[in-house]
Structure formats: C-alpha cells, structure tokens
C-alpha cells in the first residue's frame, strides 16, 4: 500500500467508528404497563393501612381453573407462557397470551381458566395492606351467558 493513501483510509475509518452509536446500550427499559383502571374499567384505589407487597408465580395446568375468587387488592401481572381465560360472573371474558401484562379485576368474583396446551405462567404482584389476603374464594353458580 503507499504512503499516500494509507492515511486517507486510517482517516475513513476512524471516521466511521466516530460516528457509529452502540447497538446494545447497557440499560434498556421496555414499558411494559401503565394504567389508572383495571381491565374491566374500573379505577385502581389502594387499601389503607401499612403496605404490603407480594409478588407470585402462579402456574395453572392445561385445562384447570382457578375457581371462583376475588382480589381485594390492585394486582398487576405479566402471563409468561400460555394462554388464559378470564370470566366475570356478568359472563364477560378476556383472553390473554403470553407475553400480555394486565392489571387484574379488583373485589370483582372471577375464574381463571388455562386454555392452552402448556402451563399458563403467570407473574403476579399484589399492592395490599398487612395481613391481608392476595385472593379469597367465593362460591359461585355458572357465570351469565355473553
């Protein structure tokens, strides 16, 4: 290569490094949920008392329910693998894959139902008080037809 143009390509390519931006940045932040209400509308309040978070991994079997419960308390979860159906007594129902976040029904009875072929995975942080229940169980008869 001459001397000549040697310092031509140096200065191309020290150039080109000097404008190129990282590909992976050291932190990277995804919005994954952000909201006021529940999925069914309703505004998320908080208990009083002294706080209390817990955090769950709840996984549900391929053709399994729940049964009948309800959430005192602001849940917010993210369903890592499979596919969830969700029914209120009213009969409406949300479907959620996975990979979907959604804040959970609060003091609303509902039934969570797999209705995928693997397990239904689901990470699930509840914003309550001391002492109380993440979940409590309520008889119920079949939802209303919708």
Do not use: Q
């Amino acid at each position: 290569m001459s001397k000549p143009f040697f310092p031509l390509v140096a200065a191309f390519v020290l150039s080109a490094c000097a404008t190129t931006t990282p590909t992976n940045p050291p932190i990277k932040v995804t919005p994954m949920i952000k909201s006021s209400h529940t999925w069914d509308g309703k505004a998320i309040a908080y208990p009083n008392g002294t706080a209390e978070v817990t955090g769950l991994l709840i996984e549900i079997a391929p053709d399994a329910e729940t049964g009948w419960h309800y959430h005192p308390m602001p849940s917010f979860e993210l369903l890592i693998e499979g596919t969830l159906e969700v029914t209120l007594t009213d009969g409406t129902k949300k479907r959620i894959e996975a990979g979907e976040t959604f804040f959970e029904v609060v003091n609303t009875a509902h039934n969570g139902k797999n209705i995928g072929t693997v397990p239904a995975k689901i990470l699930a942080f509840y914003a309550g008080t001391v002492n109380m229940p993440v979940s409590v169980k309520v008889p119920l008869a079949a939802p209303a037809s919708k």
